[in-house]
């Protein structure tokens, strides 16, 4: 979602009476200090330097007084720097018949961390994680971590009732992004050496690279037959499974109830979008493996366990 700012607001010349309360000047000095912030930070979005405009944003969001435009441009703000660039899709709209789901939703991912050999896919895994190779959280991305608060201050937004159909939309996609990226990094430490035997002390993170299509997923799966490099019976339903608390929704949950609820509200707000509608919908039917024609319920999504994710990621080295 691109966000353009309106002309900021000239304000007319106070009179000042002899009764005049500072509490005035108060009020118009805050609210153009958020003005210039805004448009300091609209600046360093056109320009994608994503780390100075949240830097100009996090001092003007808060959840108290919750204004919708800092809140959208912050989203931005960091989907940008997670590296997702929503018009890479619309480029590859209508989508061909034999392309997979997953894949044409993966184009949605632009990093300055990713690789491609012979089509196979992949991310660093450093930068996914945020881990250096020792394990600590200091690498100078973490592309997880900037899709999670994305996520949450677009989630903020529609549970303060302020969320516009687009916002829905751009939720959708940034958890669409984060399913791809946590199923990929899940992948990779299963299929990483060092993480399987010894003390965390030993372990080395992020030396295998993230799976971001099916080709890269169906490389891993079928390495034992070709480099010996990985093997794929290392990977595990248990690979999948979050820690999260008794009746609280996984990460995989989120995201695809996030995809879901983005379906519905460019079917309501969008009747004519059938190509980006189908997209969202085929990338999520491919993830819950859903045929077409079947509903897609919050209840049907409440039941995908990590052994679903599980069944996907040997669908996708299946290329299915």
Partial sequence: MNIRLVPAVVFAALVVSAC?????FEGISEKSGRDARVVDAQASLDGRNYDAAIDDLELIYTTTALDAEVSRMLASAYMGRAGID?????????AQSSDHPFDVMAEIISSPYETIDDGELYLLGNAVDGKTEKGEDTFEADLLEDLSTAKHILTVLDESGLATADDLVQLGFASAAHFILHIGNQTAIA?????????????????????????????????????WKYNWAFVSPSHFKDDTAAGSRSSFQEDLENVRLAVRAVSQAYPGASDLRNTMEAFLRSALGVEPGEDITEDLILEYSSSGVYSFANRLGEGR
């Fill in 86 to 94: 929503f018009t890479l899709l619309m480029k590859q709209l209508p």
């Fill in 20 to 24: 005049s309360n500072d509490s005035a």
């Fill in 191 to 227: 299929l990483n050496p060092t993480m399987r035997f010894g003390s965390p002390d030993t372990w080395q993170y992020g030396i295998v690279p993230v799976p971001i299509n099916t080709k890269a997923y169906r490389y891993y799966k079928t390495s034992m037959t070709t480099d």
